[in-house]
């Protein structure tokens, strides 16, 4: 099945510093989702983004879809964005199944 | 709307009993994704339904697992009977729809934390 690698698996960040999550795939996709578990276990859809850029306030992301790669931006991070980050994505081919990474665990310290 | 809700929040119980987790999806939701995590296996689907129907069930993982979805707004995941190692979360997601849009976004529930001792 197709893989799914996230980095860095961990990160520490001081407040207001910027970082960049990596997502890699192993094959070719259709669908590509970033979500954020906050400390209290809640998954929050960040962005679907398959191919291009989005950017939604302090966050953005970039998915190359023909280098299997996605990036998400967080800049000027606060101690809210903590958490753990995944990449979802679905193969390509109507499945609607998500295959999540294994996650970055963000923490921001004030 | 008042996002996909999930009962009961949080199930202890004893091995061999009978568990039902439930689900509500966000309405007019066509699609319902059933997920557990877990440390060891991270998230995973079980099983996920499209207008009702059971579509695909290969993530579930043996027969003491079952998922019904008896109309458009109600779902549940039972276990029965239940063992030390179905102990996780159990997440449940919906979407609208299919078609690589933003249709396709998924929204979770904020999951069922079961313990089975």
């Known amino acids: 099945g197709i893989q799914v690698e996230q980095s860095p698996p961990d990160l520490i960040l001081q407040e207001g510093a910027n970082s960049t999550l990596r997502c890699n795939f192993s094959?070719?996709?259709?669908?590509l989702q970033w979500f954020h578990q906050n400390p209290w276990g809640q998954l929050i859809n960040l962005f679907y983004?398959?191919?291009g850029t989005k950017q939604n306030g302090r966050l953005s992301a970039t998915t190359v879809a023909t280098e299997r790669y996605s990036l998400l931006y967080i800049s000027s991070s606060q101690t809210t964005d903590s958490g753990v980050y995944f990449c979802?994505?679905?193969?390509?081919?109507?499945?609607?199944?998500?295959?999540f990474g294994t996650g970055t665990l963000l923490a921001v310290q004030p | 709307d008042a996002g996909v809700i999930q009962s009961p929040r949080h199930e202890v119980t004893e091995m061999g009993q009978e568990v039902t987790l439930r689900c509500k999806p966000i309405?007019?939701?066509?699609?319902l994704f059933w997920y557990r995590q877990t440390m060891m296996r991270g998230l995973e689907l079980l099983i996920y339904?499209?207008?009702?129907?059971?579509?695909?069930d290969s993530g579930m993982p043996e027969d003491r697992f079952s998922a019904k979805m008896p109309n458009a707004s109600f779902s549940t995941l039972k276990i029965q009977p239940s063992e030390p190692r179905d102990s996780a979360v159990y997440f449940c997601?919906?979407?609208f729809g299919q078609g690589e849009t933003d249709q396709e976004t998924q929204y979770f529930g904020p999951g069922t934390r079961l313990l089975v001792l």
């Open positions: 997601a919906s979407s």
């Open positions: 094959d070719s996709v259709n669908n």
């Open positions: 983004i398959p191919s």
């Open positions: 979802a994505v679905e193969k390509g081919g109507a499945t609607n199944k998500l295959i």
């Open positions: 309405s007019g939701h066509d699609y």
């Open positions: 339904f499209n207008n009702n129907v059971p579509i695909d």
